[in-house]
C-alpha cells in the first residue's frame, strides 16, 4: 500500500500544532497538510488533564493566537474553554477535517535520496500500523510524556489504604467531598488543585518539600472591560496582548535585575493576601525568583483558602506513607482519605518518536536547536517548543509564522531541503533550559536538546529578539544549507 504523502506533516493537536497548522494553511493554501494526533480529541494537554480547577499558568491574551484573539476578559482560562478554544479555532481555518486521530507515532527517517520523511505510526484502537510520507515534518508535542507524570518512589504507598492518584490520571469518579486530602507538592498543579477541592473537602494540605514564588493576578481583565464599551474588540485584544507582553518580559527581567527586591515584593503580596497568623517560611523559597518557573493565582485564590482555615501548607518530607496517610520525615503525621502526587512531569521529546537520518539514528540531546525552532544536522524538520518564562503560545506563533517564511524561500529557490550545520563550532554541553532549576527540567537534561556559544544556536528565551529573528532576519544566513533532488521536487 502506497504511503500517504503531504507537504508538511505536523504532529500533535494541541496548541501548537493547530497553530502552525493555520500558519500554513493561511500562508501557503496549496500545500497539502495533515495533523497526527494520538488522542481522539484535539486540545493535546487541555484534553489530558482533568483534574478539579485545570486552567493556564498563563494569562489568556498572550496565550491565545496572535492571529485568533481570546475575546474575553478571563485572564487565566478553565482548562475546557481552552480546550473548546483550541478546536474552534481549528474549525474556523479548516483544519479539524485535516486531523488524524488515535495516531502513536513511533518513527521518522529521512532520505536525502528521495528527499522526504517516512513517517511511521501506530493507530492504537486498531492495533494497526500506518505510514505517511512528507516533504517537512513538525513535531508539536511538547516535552512531556503523556502516558506517566513523575511519580517518586515513596515508601510504604502500598500500605494506604485511601486513594492515591496523580493529576496526570485524574479519575472520573474521585469524590473528595467532606474528604481530608493532601496534595504532595508545590507546582502550578498544586496550587490549582488546593483552592479548588478545598471547597468542598473537610480539609486539604499542600504538602511541600520547598515553596514556590506565587503571584495573584485579577481573575478579569477590568481594564480590557473598560475598554471593550469604546474601543472595537480587536484594538481591546491588541492593547492586552502588547501589555501583557511587556508586562512578562520586565517582571523576569527585573527579578534577574534586582532579585532581593522583587523577592521582598512578592512576599509582601502574600502576606498582604494571607493575613498576620499564616506562617511565612511556606511561601518563602530559598532560591531567588524566576531561578524556576513562577506560578499564577487569579484572584489570590489559594491565599484565600489558606487564610480561611480550610486549606493549610506544610513544608516537609514524606518519611513514608501510613495506611491513614503521611509520616513526615519531621515525626508529624497527616492523616488523609485521599493523597495527591501534583509531584510533576517526565520529559519526553518529539512524543517518544524515534529519528533516522540516511539511515542513522539521531537524538535530540546530541543536537543543537537552530532559532529555537529547527534542529541541528536534521533536515527539513521543525521542533515547536513554547516559552518558559513567558505563554507558551508566543513563541509557538513565532514559530510557525518563521515556517511558513522558510517553505516560501525554498519554494522560491527551487530547493527541496534545509538543514542547520555549525560551521563554527559552536557547540556546548548546555541545555536549551538550563536557566530554570525546576525539577523536571533537572531530571529531563539527558534528553533536552543543546544550545550554542552564540545566535543562532543559543536560545533566547526573549519574545522582542526572537520575533527580530524568526521575522525578520534572512532565511538564508549561511548556517541553513539549502538543496534539492529530483525525487523530492516531484513528490507534490
Not at 506533516?9 to 496548541?15: C, E, K, M, Q
Not at 494526533?37 to 487541555?46: A, D, F, L, N, S
Not at 474552534?88 to 527517517?109: C, M, N, P, Q
Not at 515556517?403 to 541545555?431: F, I, S
Request: hydrophobic share 40%; proline share 5%; charged share 20%.
Amino acid at each position: 500500500m502506497t504511503a500517504q504523502y503531504f507537504d508538511v506533516l505536523i504532529v500533535g493537536a494541541g496548541l501548537s500544532g493547530i497553530g502552525t497548522a493555520c500558519h500554513v494553511t493561511a500562508e501557503h493554501p496549496t500545500k497539502s497538510i495533515a495533523v497526527l494526533e494520538r488522542r481522539e480529541r484535539v486540545g493535546g494537554t487541555w484534553d489530558l488533564f482533568r483534574y478539579p480547577g485545570v486552567r493556564s499558568d498563563s494569562d489568556m491574551y498572550t496565550f491565545g493566537f496572535k492571529f485568533r484573539p481570546w475575546m474575553d476578559a478571563t485572564v487565566l482560562a478553565d482548562g475546557p474553554s481552552i480546550r473548546q478554544y483550541i478546536a474552534d479555532t481549528a474549525a474556523e481555518f479548516g483544519i479539524d477535517d485535516k486531523i488524524h486521530y488515535g495516531l502513536k507515532v513511533l518513527s521518522a527517517e529521512w532520505s536525502s535520496l528521495e528527499g522526504h520523511w517516512t513517517v511511521t505510526a501506530l493507530h492504537e484502537p486498531s492495533a494497526e500500523t500506518r505510514t505517511y510520507t512528507c516533504g517537512f515534518l513538525v513535531s508539536c508535542t511538547g516535552y512531556y510524556d503523556y502516558d506517566a507524570g513523575f511519580l517518586p518512589k515513596f515508601p510504604g504507598v502500598e500500605r494506604f489504604t485511601g486513594r492515591c492518584v496523580h493529576p496526570q490520571q485524574w479519575p472520573e469518579d474521585l469524590d473528595y467531598a467532606g474528604k481530608r486530602t493532601v496534595i504532595i507538592g508545590s507546582g502550578a498543579t498544586a496550587i490549582t488543585l488546593v483552592p479548588t477541592m478545598a471547597a468542598a473537602a473537610e480539609h486539604v494540605t499542600m504538602l511541600q518539600r520547598s515553596p514556590s514564588y506565587i503571584l495573584s493576578l485579577p481573575a478579569l481583565d477590568k481594564v480590557s472591560e473598560v475598554l471593550s464599551r469604546v474601543l472595537p474588540d480587536k484594538w481591546v485584544f491588541n492593547l492586552a496582548r502588547q501589555r501583557q507582553i511587556v508586562f512578562q518580559r520586565y517582571l523576569y527581567l527585573a527579578c534577574k535585575r534586582w532579585p532581593r527586591q522583587l523577592r521582598r515584593f512578592l512576599l509582601w503580596q502574600v502576606r498582604r493576601q494571607v493575613g498576620p497568623s499564616v506562617d511565612m517560611s511556606h511561601f518563602a523559597p530559598k532560591y531567588m525568583p524566576w531561578d524556576q518557573r513562577m506560578c499564577l493565582v487569579p484572584n489570590g485564590d489559594l491565599f484565600k483558602a489558606v487564610a480561611s482555615g480550610k486549606a493549610s501548607i506544610v513544608t516537609d518530607e514524606v518519611d513514608t506513607f501510613t495506611e491513614k496517610g503521611v509520616l513526615l520525615k519531621s515525626g508529624r503525621v497527616l492523616e488523609a482519605d485521599i493523597i495527591v502526587t501534583a509531584t510533576g512531569l517526565n520529559i519526553q521529546m518529539l512524543g517518544g518518536m524515534q529519528l533516522f537520518v540516511d539511515g542513522q539514528a539521531h537524538e535530540l540531546h546530541d543536537q543543537m536547536t537552530y532559532k529555537g525552532v529547527l534542529v541541528e544536522d536534521i533536515p527539513n524538520m521543525a521542533w515547536v517548543v513554547g516559552y518558559t518564562n513567558a505563554s507558551w503560545t508566543l513563541k509557538s506563533d513565532l514559530a510557525g509564522a518563521y515556517l511558513c517564511r522558510l517553505l516560501q524561500h525554498m519554494d522560491d529557490n527551487g530547493h527541496t531541503m534545509a538543514t542547520p550545520r555549525d560551521v563554527e563550532g559552536c557547540a556546548m554541553d548546555v541545555g536549551m533550559f538550563d536557566q530554570l532549576q525546576s525539577g523536571y527540567v533537572q531530571r529531563g537534561q539527558d534528553a533536552l536538546p543543546r544550545q550554542g556559544s552564540k545566535h543562532p544556536w543559543k536560545v533566547l528565551m526573549h519574545y522582542k529578539k526572537d520575533s527580530k529573528a524568526l521575522l525578520d532576519e534572512p532565511v538564508d544566513d549561511g548556517l541553513l544549507q539549502f538543496g534539492s533532488t529530483a525525487v523530492g521536487a516531484a513528490a507534490g
